[in-house]
């Protein structure tokens, strides 16, 4: 299957940047979009979102998510979260993998509702490392109807700046 990459609006938010920061909605990294909304008043929550489709018809096969780890988890962890279309196999984990680089990790389902179901992981300290150093990022999962698990490869251009840019804002809170 073909796909192209197109950037879009995110998902729940993680990273909490400060009304006076100059982050705003739609910001692009590279390949990554900031997406934000209004958590509280004075307050934005923010993640950087690619979402990729089919070029066939657009259809979505999946939005993938990065934002800093909340505080408490270890320094430096980045959360990556997985949003796709249901009718996933839910006893198979979702696999991700920074190409060329040697660490890799399985996702968790965390939920699924009508429309769509969502896998997250922390990232730890190697693991956003490798995506700093990466070109491309594979996910994998598998679907109900089909024999084949669905794999699909991102672009983490723009990772570096994006993480860089939302951990700032959120050190000057």
Do not use: H
């Not at 505080?71 to 993998?97: C, N, Q």
């Amino acid at each position: 299957m073909i796909l192209r990459v197109l950037l879009s609006l995110g998902l729940t938010c993680l990273a909490t940047v400060g009304q006076a920061q100059p982050l705003e909605n739609g910001t692009s990294f590279r390949d990554w979009t900031l997406a934000c909304r209004a958590a509280a008043v004075g307050q934005t929550d923010c993640v950087l979102s690619q979402v990729l489709v089919t070029s066939e018809n657009q259809e979505l096969v999946a939005e993938v998510t990065l934002a800093p780890a909340q505080s408490g988890d270890e320094k430096g962890a980045v959360v990556i979260v997985m949003r796709v279309p249901t009718g996933v196999v839910l006893r198979l984990r979702p696999e991700f993998v920074v190409l060329g680089q040697s660490g890799g990790a399985d996702l968790e389902w965390l939920t699924c509702d009508e429309r769509y179901c969502t896998a997250a992981r922390t990232l730890d300290a190697d693991l956003v490392a490798d995506l700093r150093r990466g070109v491309n990022a594979r996910l994998g999962y598998r679907r109900m109807e089909e024999e084949t698990p669905a794999i699909f490869d991102f672009s983490l251009l723009g990772v570096t700046a994006g993480l860089k840019a939302l951990q700032e804002a959120a050190e000057v809170e």
